[in-house]
């Protein structure tokens, strides 16, 4: 088991034809990832080779998904085309669009929410790393890498991982695989003030997951999010928990990195997001470090 996605997933890559889509495409499928389809306006009919893989190119996503059985999109289109790329892969009745991208404007992002109001579309993004989930081969590849997430680093194991970060991401997970605990499924949900799916969406799934056995989850200041997890948790989470709040340290009022970071009215604060953790029974990691020991702490309890 795992959440969102697993080895038998089929993936199309919506921008494979770029200098970065093409990369992290060569790289999913060298980390045995199904990639069936790519999706660049205008170049369908190509072939995009690696490794002796041969995956065929569409002009659009609906012939992709139709023709390959694709149910997952991998979006790396620029920031002015990807709105609407992503509503591309809704009107194609995809289960999951996972999209990269950084920078979307914030008017494309609200107008894109609105249209995805009662879609089948689950949207992981943007401004996200993506979804690993490990697999049971050597060195656990055979699984699924969605995104621009190092596949070495990742080890098949029962813990699920949620972030707002990509590098604290890859940071939990490396400690996780280093301690000998792998990973379920690796969430990254993106750092942007309108997304898709947000932490408690993640949480909710992970405690449903029969493999998943804890959970760590990595917030930021800015936004509330994390506090509404935390209160869903207190309530209702049967697996033990661990989470990290970054941006402890930064100037009141100061936008930090991404574009959700920022504490307004008051509210978002690392303080008030830590407090409402700790209410919930999360073992609270103090520094970036302590992320996999904070979740060792918490399953001992």
């Not at 060569?26 to 199904?34: F, I, R």
């Not at 008030?272 to 309890?301: H, V, Y």
């Amino acid at each position: 088991m795992s959440i969102l996605v697993n080895e038998n997933t089929r993936i199309l890559v919506q921008g494979i034809t770029g200098s970065f889509g093409a990369r992290h495409a060569q790289l999913s499928l060298d980390y045995g990832t199904k990639l069936v389809a790519g999706v660049t306006p205008g170049k369908g009919g190509q072939v995009f080779e690696h490794g002796g893989h041969k995956v065929p190119i569409f002009d659009t996503v609906e012939e992709a998904a139709r023709q390959t059985g694709a149910t997952v999109s991998c979006i790396f289109v620029p920031p002015a085309f990807a709105g609407d790329a992503i509503l591309e892969g809704v009107g194609a009745g995809l289960d999951l669009a996972v999209c990269i991208t950084e920078g979307i404007p914030v008017m494309d992002m609200m107008r894109v929410r609105a249209a995805m109001e009662g879609s089948r579309t689950r949207l992981i993004g943007p401004n996200c790393p993506g979804i690993v989930t490990p697999g049971t081969g050597k060195d656990s590849h055979g699984g699924c890498r969605i995104g621009i997430a190092p596949g070495y680093i990742h080890k098949r194991g029962s813990i699920g991982v949620v972030s707002r970060s990509g590098t604290l991401t890859y940071e939990a997970v490396w400690q996780l695989t280093s301690r000998g605990l792998g990973q379920s499924t690796c969430v990254g949900i993106g750092g942007d003030p309108i997304n898709g799916t947000n932490h408690l969406d993640v949480i909710k799934m992970f405690n449903e997951d029969p493999e998943t056995e804890g959970i760590i989850m990595i917030g930021e200041i800015g936004g509330t999010n994390e506090e509404q997890a935390a209160e869903w948790v207190k309530a209702h989470c049967r697996k033990p928990m661990a989470g990290f709040i970054a941006g402890a340290t930064a100037p009141p009022g100061r936008r930090m990195g991404h574009a959700g970071a920022i504490v307004s009215g008051g509210k978002g604060t690392a303080a008030a997001k830590q407090a409402a953790m700790e209410e919930a029974g999360i073992e609270i990691a103090a520094t970036p470090s302590d992320m996999a020991d904070a979740l060792i702490r918490a399953m001992k309890r």
